[in-house]
């Protein structure tokens, strides 16, 4: 099994989107996600640590402090994959249906991870708005 905990777990295990190298794995603590793939997890590890550093000044907090919340983390996780979605596929894209195939696309077409505009991703990034949920 490769790495553990997928950089992009919490966007899986919300369903806003899949992979197809994503394992479900039932801990005492909860649900995790792991990765099938140790090349895949370091390029999506790299896609995340790039998008959280892009993001910083946008979502007003300071890397290696507490200032990244559990819903900072989420916007760059899920508007970040709709944005690069958008990026490489075009308008029109609400899903990412598998992000190994997205990262590998995009990686084709920037020619690699760090040569994607993640400044690009800032308006997905900020505008990801959390699902309220319903009072009954």
């Known amino acids: ?52 550093t892009a993001a910083q000044f946008t979502l007003q907090f300071v890397k290696n402090t507490d200032s990244m919340t559990h819903g900072k983390l989420l916007k760059i996780q899920h508007g ?21 195939a997205l990262v590998t696309s995009a990686e084709q077409q920037y020619s690699s991870i760090q040569k994607i505009p993640h400044k690009d991703l800032l308006n997905d990034i900020a505008g990801w708005q959390l699902k309220r949920r319903h009072s009954k």
């Open 1 to 52: 099994m490769a790495r553990d905990h997928c950089p992009f777990r919490k966007t899986i295990l919300g369903g806003v989107c899949a992979c197809s190298l994503a394992v479900k794995a039932h801990l005492p603590t909860g649900c995790s996600v792991t990765c099938r793939d140790d090349n895949a997890w370091d390029r999506c590890d790299d896609l995340l640590s790039d998008m959280i």
């Open 80 to 100: 970040g994959l709709l944005g690069l979605a958008r990026l490489v596929k075009g308008e029109g894209v609400t899903a990412v249906d598998d992000i190994h």
